[in-house]
């Protein structure tokens, strides 16, 4: 079993996922506030009612932003600990805007606030401001849903040393 965690944004999304990449449990839901004993809590609740625990976990893929800091380092942390604890467990990160793809050929950019836009390049990720920005390419968590899981998985990028993805600097 695969575990897909998001904290990176205002909303929290997890999933279960079996050896073949089907979705087996998916939750997306609004968190603005205590979201280290939320996520925790709804992993827990989620392991629960598929009876099964963090021993049937053979990797956690993790949404490593750009996003809210604080959010980032949630689940890079619950993926990090979980690995001490199972040092057999497989961790793989992709990035906020790679996630919110729906199709290779999508450009997206996410609100960074203030004007600001995170957008993917073929190479690197950007912090560009608004007027560079193309409507078509703005992305919103509201979207999500199990196909941009079943799309992405996938895509995930195997990652033993697991840190936030952050970007300062303006183009």
Known sequence: MKILIDTSNQYLILSLIDQDY????FLKMKCERNLTEVTNSEIQKIL??????????SSFYVV???????GVKISVLIANTVKNINPELKIFSLSSLEF???????????DAKGGKYYYRTPYRIKLINENKIKENWITTYEDV????????????????????????RVV
Do not use: M
Request: proline fraction near 4%.
């Open 22 to 25: 089907k979705v087996l449990d």
């Open 100 to 110: 919110l793809k729906k199709n290779r050929n999508d450009k997206t950019a996410i």
């Open 145 to 168: 849903n199990e196909e941009n899981i079943t799309f992405n998985i996938r895509r995930f990028h195997s990652n033993f040393n697991l840190k936030p993805l952050y970007k300062k």
């Open 64 to 70: 490593n932003g750009p996003g809210s800091f604080t």
């Open 48 to 57: 629960d009612k598929n009876k099964i625990s963090f021993k049937d976990i």
